[in-house]
């Protein structure tokens, strides 16, 4: 994570592994093309929430993890039609812990999309996401010294609703050295924001990733 403030020019950098998430699928629908199925997993508090840089608290947002046992139930709905595949999912996340041992607990959150993709080649699939997310304020705030001035270090100042588009390329490799391999590419751009206090703005988004099935 990367944070900069502009007049007087300062970087802040944090970076490392975050929560470990324990979860499973249970299909309860499965006729027509149409499938529908329950998420719940627990997100286990193995992130460090007290990182610091030359020997300062980094903000709430720039810590790697939430710090508390969280659970996160949700539903997901997919369907196909010809080459278009669409889908929706609503996802909660409830923190089960009213502090970390930071001495703050991130606010619940309430997430959303529903998409739709088209084949356009064997192998190559373009698409569309709409996502709202609701999240609450961060409670209790950290137990040691840390910035009482900035913005980012004042709990009411995070979460927000958010409302952002997505546009994104799937490729799925179908033979050669790579068979198996997914490569997917998707930029998020916000379309409608009311964050919380005098909260940041989100920017763009682009995200990559390189998946394996075997």
Do not use: C
Not at 99 to 116: C, I
Not at 164 to 169: A, K, N, S
Request: aromatic share 10%; hydrophobic share 35%.
């Amino acid at each position: 994570m990367d944070m900069q403030h502009h007049g007087d020019k300062m970087n802040h950098r944090s970076s490392g592994i975050g929560d470990i998430s324990i979860g499973g699928l249970y299909k309860f629908y499965d006729e027509k093309n149409q499938r529908a199925h329950l998420n719940l997993s627990v997100v286990l508090p193995t992130a460090g929430v007290e990182e610091s840089e030359h020997g300062m608290l980094l903000p709430y947002g720039m810590q790697l993890g939430s710090g508390t046992w969280d659970l996160r139930p949700g539903i997901t709905w997919l369907g196909q039609s010809g080459s278009f595949s669409y889908g929706a999912q609503v996802m909660a996340t409830i923190r089960l812990e009213d502090e970390n041992d930071a001495g703050y607990a991130l606010g619940d959150r309430l997430d959303s999309t529903a998409w739709l993709a088209q084949q356009l080649t064997n192998g190559l699939s373009a698409s569309v996401r709409l996502s709202y997310t609701k999240s609450d304020p961060i409670e209790g705030h950290f137990h040691n010294a840390h910035n009482h001035n900035s913005p980012t270090f004042l709990k009411a100042n995070y979460g927000g609703d958010f409302v952002e588009g997505g546009i994104g390329l799937n490729w799925q490799f179908k033979k050669g050295a790579f068979k198996g391999h997914r490569l997917a590419i998707e930029g998020i751009f916000p379309l409608d924001q009311d964050p919380n206090g005098i909260g940041m703005d989100r920017d763009y988004t682009v995200i990559a990733g390189w998946q394996f099935a075997f």
